[in-house]
């Protein structure tokens, strides 16, 4: 079964880091895009980052020099460390692969919850 | 950036109804469109990519039409498992940038 886990979530003081990871199933993540979005409380979906094949990695403005997405070929898993976190980086945070049509996502994970709050 | 903006927020109908949904892209991006359907507590789950193609697995009552600024996302039959909060996003170029949502509830 093709499917994406993240893990990582958690309660993070403002200034903290936190690492995420999405775990792949049923198809290898290194020969696809992969990307993460997010979405806080009560409000619409947020591109946070995306990792092409190739290596290359391209950020939303609002996370570019705190956030850093990754690829662990070995486990099959995309990352993204996180630093220097703000209130306004609580949300849920959703891995999805971009799929071959249109370049849309076409498969989410369930999604993880991370908390900014002292 | 690109910003989509998405019309209504929310609407009312009911069950059997068509409804229509629509994406305004603020420049052009051919047909680098997708709709996702998200329900409360769930992640999204794509519908249309490349703006009128159905993704596998998806009922044919949805459908999208449109190119360059325009889009809609149509349910021709509204069903009761359809109420929940659409979204278009486009695919053109970077940042990915998502519309607001519409929320399609129950009359």
């Known amino acids: 079964e093709v499917q994406l886990v993240e893990t990582g979530g958690g309660l993070i003081q403002p200034g903290g880091s936190l690492r995420l990871s999405c775990a792949a199933s049923g198809f290898t993540v290194s020969s696809n895009y992969m990307s993460w979005v997010r979405q806080a409380p009560g409000k619409g979906l947020d591109w946070v980052s995306v990792i092409y094949s190739g290596g290359s990695t391209y950020y939303a403005d609002s996370v570019k020099g705190r956030f850093t997405i990754s690829r662990d070929n070995s486990n099959n898993t995309v990352d993204l460390q996180m630093s220097s976190l703000r209130a306004e980086d609580t949300a849920v945070y959703y891995c999805?692969?971009?799929?071959?049509?249109?370049?849309?996502?076409?498969?989410w994970g369930q999604g993880t919850m991370v908390t900014v709050s002292s | 950036d690109i910003q989509m903006t998405q019309s209504p927020s929310s609407v009312s109908a009911s069950v059997g109804d068509r409804v229509t949904i629509t994406c305004r892209a603020s420049q052009g991006i051919s047909t680098w469109l997708a709709w996702y359907q998200q329900k409360p507590g769930k992640a999204p789950k794509l519908l249309i990519y490349a703006a009128s193609s159905l993704q596998s697995g998806v009922p044919s009552r949805f459908s999208g039409t449109g190119s360059g600024t325009d889009f809609t996302l149509t349910i021709s039959s509204l069903q009761p498992e359809d109420f929940a909060t659409y979204y278009c996003q486009q695919t053109n170029s970077f940042p990915r940038t998502f519309g607001q949502g519409t929320k399609v509830e129950i009359k």
């Open positions: 999805a692969r971009v799929g071959t049509g249109g370049r849309a996502f076409d498969i």
